[in-house]
């Protein structure tokens, strides 16, 4: 009797250990346009680059979680457009037994690390396939971020929103 109560009294442990499993990853929406192609290929190469950061989170069902990393680049040349790529990389997640504050941490920073790898490959494919030279983004700092967004949030009063 003792071990079934050892075994009941783990599994009860068990249940309320938090736990993180990545379920899938997928992209959601691309796109790519070269308003100036082909007469951009023929000018001086001297790039500026744009990088615009968006994530956004939403509950599914159960424990579920859907996690989208919005990534989107505008590149000119000179004062023209060369392109415009954006990808919509996201992931579902099952997130159980993590209180609110690490649950909004996971979602917001934790998760979008995961997809940022995923997300920068794709838009360098995609990049590369529309005959223009590699784009190689850098690292993000998803926690640094996560923890200017919570600072302005507070100053501004308002709260976090785990949808």
Not at 9 to 34: G, K
Not at 57 to 82: I, P, R
């Amino acid at each position: 009797m003792t071990d079934q109560q050892n075994n009941d009294a783990a599994a009860a442990a068990d249940d309320n250990t938090p736990q993180f499993s990545l379920q899938r990853i997928y992209v959601r929406d691309l796109s790519f346009e070269a308003p100036k192609s082909p007469a951009i290929f023929r000018q001086q190469w001297e790039p500026s680059v744009a990088l615009d950061l968006n994530t956004k989170q939403k509950g599914l069902e159960g424990d579920f979680h859907e996690v989208v990393l919005t990534l989107s680049v505008t590149v000119k040349n000179g004062d023209e457009v060369a392109f415009i790529a954006e990808v919509q990389q996201a992931g579902i997640f099952l997130i159980k037994n993590l209180d609110a504050a690490s649950m909004s941490h996971t979602l917001g920073a934790f998760c979008p690390n995961i997809l940022f790898p995923y997300a920068r490959e794709t838009l360098d494919s995609l990049v590369t396939r529309g005959s223009f030279p590699a784009l190689m983004l850098s690292p993000v700092n998803f926690d640094a971020l996560y923890a200017q967004e919570m600072q302005r949030m507070q100053e501004a009063g308002e709260a976090p929103s785990l949808q």
